[in-house]
T-cell receptor, first 117, second 114 residues
Framework: AQSVTQLDSQVPVFEEAPVELRCNYS??????LFWYVQYPNQGLQLLLK??????LVKGINGFEAEFNKSQTSFHLRKPSVHISDTAEYFC???????????????FGKGTKLSVIP | NAGVTQTPKFRVLKTGQSMTLLCAQD?????MYWYRQDPGMGLRLIHY???????AKGEVPDGYNVSRLKKQNFLLGLESAAPSQTSVYFC?????????????FGPGTRLTVL
């Protein structure tokens, strides 16, 4: 089974500063990678995903992530954060699950981003 | 278009009580999922369904049962609640079997078992 490691459980950053949230995965086969965001007291929503092609993936709200196969990483970045970016961010990998044609998401433990005014 | 909705939003149970969480989606999605979220644990898959009338176990199925009698609804049941089931429960749905499909999440149900 594949696994996802989010290296930082909490990341404080000042408003308008850049941020990088780190994610590493374990896999020896092709991977499909996702970043989801969870705002306080809400469900998760997709930020971006990497399926194939360009290794730089752009998502919503100015976020982007770079797939690095040699380092098995999929770090999330934003050049200038806003207060509204305060949330928990989850990295996830799609992998085959029991049953024909079934794919499931395996999530990392999450990184809480706190933007300081 | 409401997306994925969950009922109720909050619930407090006593140990041994039973309850059912309802998830509904109006996107005509084939796949539906139940996750639980615990602090520092991320999301863990409880059960999932690949279509109406089918269900399957996920990573942490013990103590839960599910049913999918209608395509748009996915029910999660706790027959005899335990304090270890205190958690936030999320339902999600996705269009089908394509590996890159996005999962769409509901707002969650916060369950406390005393």
């Amino acid at each position: 089974a594949q696994s996802v490691t989010q290296l930082d459980s909490q990341v404080p950053v000042f408003e308008e500063a850049p941020v990088e949230l780190r994610c590493n995965y374990s896999s020896s086969v092709s991977v499909y990678l996702f970043w989801y965001v969870q705002y306080p007291n809400q469900g998760l929503q997709l930020l971006l995903k990497y399926l194939s092609g360009s290794t730089l993936v752009k998502g919503i709200n100015g976020f982007e992530a770079e797939f690095n196969k040699s380092q098995t990483s999929f770090h999330l970045r934003k050049p200038s954060v806003h207060i509204s970016d305060t949330a928990e961010y989850f990295c996830a990998v799609s992998e085959p699950y029991s049953g024909a044609g079934s794919y499931q998401l395996t999530f990392g433990k999450g990184t809480k981003l706190s933007v300081i005014p | 278009n409401a997306g994925v909705t969950q009922t109720p939003k909050f619930r407090v149970l006593k140990t041994g009580q039973s309850m059912t969480l309802l998830c509904a989606q109006d996107m005509n999605h084939e796949y539906m999922y139940w996750y639980r979220q615990d602090p520092g644990m991320g999301l863990r898959l409880i059960h999932y369904s690949v279509g109406e009338g089918t269900t399957a176990k996920g990573e942490v199925p013990d103590g839960y049962n599910v049913s999918r009698l209608k395509k748009q609804n996915f029910l999660l049941g706790l027959e005899s609640a335990a304090p270890s089931q205190t958690s936030v429960y999320f339902c999600a749905s996705s269009p089908g079997q394509v590996r890159g499909d996005t999962q769409y999440f509901g707002p969650g149900t916060r369950l406390t078992v005393l």
